[in-house]
């Protein structure tokens, strides 16, 4: 015997092992990779193996054989339906964040009643199951210290239970975190469990018979018990019936579901549990025939459910008979806790707060975190008397398969979401209380049969002639089967009629849509939306408090990326479902949309244009942030999708479509370039909401597109975008209706920037009105060329013959001007042919040599004196002659004519313009400093772009600094720009110096 003491400490230190392992995990002291294994999830799943199980298992092999394998070869059928089942199950709870078995069917059938009635039934169908863990953890104790100590420490384990479960299972509500902790500590008890059976098992093994040999020679001179074993199976005594409930079970019994889909497990866990679990329970059960027939052989009048006590005790192994309690208690606790942890979750969603609502406009956080560990305490301590009401006798496993028949009545409702959608929410409600009327009369009244009214004579006629054609075949009595399927049979019978009668409402179909498939669309909370954000946040304050609201508003927000001032409706839609998944976990899936909703004021109803617009910007919206795992032609179809959409952000043009609701749709990365806006600001935006100038532009051509102006049209303006210059052609199209819903389609608009190509076009325009003006001063240095050469032959013929030193002096000065025209034409005739294009037979002109910089300036200084309208400045050079670069003369004269002109019109009159020059680390570097106007910070980089220009006046073209920098960097260099308002700008030009890496090279000759 072991003392009551020691099992106490055992009890209370394998608890305190499991709350440090799910602190641990809760607080990420165990790596996140680790607590979120797939294998993690399976051995989660292992608390399908309770008490009734560990102990119980035993007891049922003896009384019934092998149909106790049934109870694990169910859940084994349930995994391998994982595609079928558990996928979609698993697919549809994250969709809608829904928690439990209640929340997906008050979802489907868009009935609160619906999950009310699930959750009270799971509620009162799990206490007998609850209740049996204590019953098994009490006769544990009394098998190893005796009894009259049992019920105490039963009392010290359920308030044990209590206090673990109401920290680790009712978090506070406002955390989103998965349930780390409470998985991880549910999945250690199992591999211990697990370990400890398995080691029972093989002391049977080797202490009883002495080895495999043994027992060998034992089952051999045993051969009818073991005949005796598969009989039942042979004549289906309850096998199909409990195959099929242990199907049922495997995730429709809350603490499956929980673990299953409400943990946080993601699909490619559950899809690699759903082989591991069925290997878990393989493993599990190996043990349970060794250790029947040890114990049959060692204390055969003892009791079958206590073999695994009994046999490590009567082989004098009290090490393995501890842990065997050890084992016993942790398989009864995560049963218990995680059972707890479901129903108080679905309780508290569905039977307390729709009730209470006016509880969460105050401290909601606490209030129902208070509630739900209420509720646990109130479910754990509900189980225990249970069971101490319940009369003690009659194997284990009987609580078990009670509740295991009671959940069975939920598949017919399962099967309904996920393969009929002409189900009602009558029919479902319907069929589900027939269905619980028979469980309660075949099922639960024999397990009281003291109370009164819950065992009529009927029922034991029914019971007694099930015995009597038991007995006529020596099998065991099956107290599952009748229960099994005469409740299955009404229950399914009924929702099919019931459902038949009436058509499923608007809602219950558009619900039965969302299960049935796996592409995404619009969800059903979708039908009403707030106007803005601040109202969103108000109205939700009158239900949850102005606290509570602020913080999930904000929440909602920060994780959307959605802006205080947001308006869209596209962008609304999303925030008010984001808060119903957001507060799912807080007062569940129903009561959260009904809250989200309330919250969001009725809009405007928009026209079947619109909300087919409405509607596509929405399922573009999740496809972009692939909120949802496509699967099959979908999935194919997305990738289509996504290469037309990169193809159309590539293209150089700027695309903006426009609903017929008059909201942008779909924009790509050059317009949003153009615009200067993100497509997140733009998509769902009136266009008004656009910068200036392309609200009106874009407006007005979808004026001109839906008012049927030769269908498609372009617009050409000027316009200044961002402080620059642009050329911008709007195209405009009408696009067709998608359906027959919408009168239109909406507008396409194509935004051309032509602001380079026409650069281009000014430069060769430019160009051209150079070569004109070459050619025609080539002829008037012709035309005036001759009557000078004329004039200049006549003063040297006065001068050789004249006699008077007065006509000789004059005639001088006449042959000094003559020869000053001639410059002047020269010089004329040599600065217009720059950038003239050559003649057709003409070869290109070899242009390059060494130029002389200050005799460049001195050139530009005189040019620049020809125009007479301009106001007079005075220019002081300081450029040393030693200044040479290797360039074309005319094109860098071009350069300094441009920059005096420009220093000399933001100059007033009299002005002094500097020039100067000097060699630095091997460039020349030449300064032209003005002290006029000065230019604008926030112009400095834009007037470099063609046909920005500081200038009042027209005569400011916009293309003299873009023209003078492209023929600077031609040549290797560099021109810069330094500027302050109303204290002057200082152009620097760096070229090359002749001879320097990086020069250009041509032929030497003189400058």
Request: glycine fraction near 10%.
């Amino acid at each position: 015997m072991i003392a009551v003491g020691v099992l106490l400490f055992a009890t209370v230190a394998w608890l305190a092992v499991l709350a440090a392992i799910a602190l641990a995990a809760q607080r990420e002291r165990i790596p996140r990779a680790l607590a979120r294994h797939p294998l993690v999830l399976a051995l989660s799943l292992g608390v399908y193996a309770s008490s009734w199980t560990y102990y119980g298992g035993v007891g049922f092999a003896q009384r019934h054989g092998l149909v106790f394998l049934a109870v694990y070869l169910g859940p084994t059928l349930a995994c391998m339906a994982t595609p079928l089942l558990w996928s979609r199950v698993l697919h549809i709870t994250r969709e809608q964040r829904l928690s439990s078995l209640a929340d997906l069917l008050a979802f489907r059938f868009q009935s609160p009643a619906a999950g009310a009635l699930v959750a009270a039934f799971s509620l009162v169908a799990s206490l007998p199951y609850v209740a049996q863990q204590f019953r098994a953890t009490e006769e544990s104790v009394r098998v190893l210290s005796g009894p009259g100590h049992e019920e105490a420490v039963g009392a010290v384990f359920c308030a044990l239970l209590a206090l673990f479960t109401a920290f680790f299972g009712a978090r506070p509500s406002a955390e989103r975190r998965r349930e780390d902790g409470l998985a991880t500590a549910v999945a250690f008890e199992s591999a211990a469990k697990l370990a400890v059976l398995a080691a029972v098992g093989l002391a049977a093994v080797l202490g009883a018979f002495g080895g495999p040999s043994g027992l060998a020679g034992w089952l051999r001179g045993h051969a009818a018990e073991v005949e005796a074993l598969a009989r039942p199976v042979r004549e289906d005594s309850g096998w199909t019936s409990l195959l099929l409930i242990s199907f049922a079970a495997a995730f429709l019994l809350p603490r499956q579901w929980h673990m299953a889909f409400a943990s946080g497990a993601g699909g490619r866990a559950l899809a690699r549990a759903a082989w591991a679990f069925p290997l878990f329970l393989l493993a599990l059960n190996l043990p349970v025939l060794p250790i029947l027939w040890a114990g049959t052989r060692l204390a055969p009048a003892g009791p079958a459910d206590s073999y695994v006590l009994l046999v490590p005790q009567l082989l004098d192994q009290r090490w393995l008979a501890l842990a065997a309690f050890i084992g016993g208690i942790s398989a009864a606790s995560a049963m218990v806790m995680v059972t707890a942890v479901a129903l108080a979750n679905d309780s508290a969603t569905h039977l307390l707060l729709p009730l209470a609502r006016r509880t969460l406009r105050r401290n909601v956080y606490a209030r129902v975190l208070w509630m739900r560990r209420g509720l646990l305490t109130a479910i754990l301590v509900g189980g225990w008397l249970f069971h101490r009401a319940q009369a003690n006798g009659g194997l284990l496993v009987e609580s078990g398969i009670v509740s295991f028949v009671a959940f069975a009545q939920l598949l017919p409702g399962l099967f309904a979401v996920l393969f009929w959608e002409r189900a009602t929410r009558a029919g479902f409600i319907a069929g589900l209380l027939a269905g619980i009327a028979a469980w309660t009369a075949l099922c639960l009244a024999p397990l009281l049969p003291g109370m009164p009214g819950l065992d009529p004579a009927w029922l034991d006629l029914l019971r007694e002639g099930g015995r009597a054609a038991r007995a006529a075949r020596a099998l065991p009595i099956d107290t599952w089967s009748l229960p099994t399927f005469v409740s299955l049979a009404v229950n399914g019978g009924t929702l099919g009629l019931v459902s038949l009668l009436r058509p499923p409402a608007k809602a219950e179909r558009e619900a039965a849509r969302l299960c049935r498939r796996r592409e995404i669309g619009p969800s059903v909370e979708r039908a009403t939306v707030a106007s803005s954000v601040g109202a969103l946040e108000e109205r939700l304050a009158r239900l949850l408090g102005r606290e509570a609201a602020g913080i999930e508003v904000t929440r909602a927000r920060i994780e959307l990326d959605i802006p205080r001032d947001e308006t869209r409706p596209t962008e609304l839609h999303a925030l008010q479902e984001r808060l119903h998944r957001n507060l799912s976990p807080l007062v569940g899936p129903v009561l959260a949309r009904t809250v989200a909703e309330e919250a969001g004021a009725p809009a405007a109803a928009p026209g079947a244009g619109g909300a087919l617009t409405e509607e596509l910007r929405w399922l573009e919206r999740r496809l972009a942030r692939g909120e949802t795992r496509l699967v099959g032609a979908a999935r194919e179809l997305d990738l289509l999708r996504r290469w037309l959409r990169s193809v159309l952000a590539q293209l150089p043009l700027g695309v903006c479509a426009v609903g017929s609701d008059g909201a942008i749709s779909l924009v790509n990365r050059r317009l949003e370039a153009l615009v200067g806006a993100l497509e997140r600001d733009l998509v769902g935006a009136p266009l008004d909401r656009l910068p200036a100038p392309f609200a009106e532009l874009f407006a007005r051509a979808v004026r001109a597109a839906s008012a049927g102006e030769a269908g498609a049209g372009a617009e050409e303006i000027e316009a200044h975008v961002a402080g620059r210059a642009r050329s911008l052609r709007v195209h405009r199209a009408a696009l067709d209706p998608l359906d027959a819903r919408a009168a239109s389609g909406g507008v396409v608009l194509l935004v051309e920037d032509r602001t380079e190509q026409r650069a281009l076009e000014a430069q060769l325009a430019h160009k051209d009105r150079l070569a004109q003006l070459g050619r025609l001063a080539a002829g008037v240095a012709h035309e005036v060329g001759n009557p000078l050469t004329g004039i200049a032959c006549l003063a040297q013929n006065l001068r050789a013959e004249a006699d008077s030193d007065e006509i000789r002096a004059r005639a001088g000065l006449i042959l000094g001007e003559t020869a000053r025209i001639e410059a002047i034409l020269r010089t004329l005739l040599e600065h217009s042919r720059t950038g003239a294009v050559p003649s057709p037979g003409e070869g290109p002109r070899a242009r390059v040599g060494r130029v002389s910089l200050a005799q460049v300036i001195a050139e530009a200084e005189r040019l620049l004196r020809l125009d007479r309208a301009a106001p007079h400045v005075r220019v002081e050079q300081a450029c040393p002659e030693s200044l040479v670069v290797v360039g074309d003369r005319r094109e860098l004269v071009q350069v300094f004519v441009n920059l005096l002109a420009n220093a000399r019109d933001a100059s007033g009159a009299g002005a002094t313009i500097a020039v100067r020059g000097r060699i630095d680390a091997g460039e020349i570097v030449v300064e032209v400093e003005d002290h006029g106007s000065g230019i604008p910070e926030e112009l400095l980089a834009a007037v470099f772009e063609p046909f920005v220009t500081t200038k009042r006046d027209p005569s400011g073209t916009g293309l003299g600094l873009p023209l003078s920098r492209s023929i600077v960097q031609d040549h290797g260099g560099t021109l810069t720009l330094r500027s302050a308002v109303g204290q002057g700008t200082t152009v620097v030009v760096r070229l090359p110096l002749a001879g320097a890496p990086g020069a250009r090279r041509g032929p030497e000759a003189a400058p």
